[in-house]
C-alpha cells in the first residue's frame, strides 16, 4: 500500500545544532507540505511544495528550509536548532492543489534542550 | 494564517450520544474538510464537503456546511469509544495553497 513516512519519530537535539526530518511518500504525489503541532496552536504550514524543484514558505518558515529534488521526498531542516522549535512536526501530501485532502505521515516529535 | 476555528475546544460525552461540533472560517472558501487524529498519530481524513454542498453523510458522519454564516457542524451519531479523538476542520481559500487548519475539538467519549 502507498504510504507517507517520517523518521526519525522521536529527536532530542541541542540548540545550535542541524536538524533533518525525513518525509518520504509513495503515492507518486506532487504536493507536499510540512505543518507543526503545537498546543493552543493547532496545525501550522511551515513550507510546501507543488513538485521537483519547487518549494514555498509558509506561515512559520523562519529557522527551517526544504528542498524537493525528488517527487517521493521533502526533507525539513532545522539550520539552527533553538528551543522554540520543540515541536512535533507533521508531512503531508496531497494529488490536487488547492482542492484535495491531505495524507499525513504518523510525525515527528523533536524537543530541543 | 488560521482560517477556521472549532468550536467547543473540548467535548465529553457517554457511549451512544451523539457529539456535535462546529467550525467558524473567515473568507471565502472551495470547500471545507474535516480530519480525525488519534492521540500520538497524525491526522486523518475523515470528509470533504464543496462550497455548493450543504449536507454530505459518510456512516455515522454528518456534515453540514453554511457558506452564508461561514460555518460547518459535524455531527457523529451513537458515538463509540474508539471515537475519542481530536476533530479539526480544514479550508482552502479560493486563493489558497495549502489547507488551514483549526485548533480542534477534543472529544471524550466514556463507556
Known amino acids: 500500500d502507498a504510504e507517507i513516512t517520517q523518521s526519525p519519530r522521536h529527536k532530542i537535539t541541542e540548540t545550535g545544532r542541524q536538524v533533518t526530518l525525513a518525509c518520504h511518500q509513495t503515492w507518486n504525489h506532487n504536493n507536499m507540505f510540512w505543518y507543526r503541532q503545537d498546543l493552543g496552536h493547532g496545525l501550522r504550514l511551515i513550507h510546501y511544495?507543488?513538485?521537483?524543484?519547487?518549494?514555498n514558505k509558509g506561515e512559520v518558515s523562519d529557522g527551517y528550509s526544504v528542498s524537493r529534488s525528488n517527487t517521493e521526498d521533502l526533507p525539513l531542516t532545522l539550520e539552527s536548532a533553538a528551543s522554540s522549535q520543540t515541536s512535533v512536526y507533521f508531512c503531508a501530501s496531497s494529488v490536487d492543489s488547492g482542492i484535495g485532502e491531505l495524507f499525513f505521515g504518523e510525525g515527528s516529535r523533536l524537543t530541543v534542550l | 494564517s488560521q482560517q477556521g476555528e472549532e468550536d467547543p475546544q473540548a467535548l465529553s460525552i457517554q457511549e451512544g450520544e451523539n457529539a456535535t461540533m462546529n467550525c467558524s472560517y473567515k473568507?471565502?472558501?472551495?470547500?471545507l474538510q474535516w480530519y480525525r487524529q488519534n492521540s500520538g498519530r497524525g491526522l486523518v481524513h475523515l470528509i470533504l464537503i464543496r462550497s455548493n454542498e450543504r449536507e454530505k453523510h459518510s456512516g455515522r458522519l454528518r456534515v453540514t456546511l453554511d457558506t452564508s454564516k461561514k460555518s460547518s457542524s459535524l455531527l457523529i451519531t451513537a458515538s463509540r469509544a474508539a471515537d475519542t479523538a481530536s476533530y479539526f476542520c480544514?479550508?482552502?481559500?479560493?486563493?489558497?495553497?495549502?489547507?488551514?487548519f483549526g485548533k480542534g475539538t477534543s472529544l471524550l467519549v466514556t463507556p
Open positions: 511544495s507543488y513538485g521537483v524543484q519547487d518549494t
Open positions: 480544514a479550508t482552502y481559500s479560493n486563493s489558497g495553497y495549502a489547507l488551514n
Open positions: 473568507t471565502s472558501i472551495n470547500n
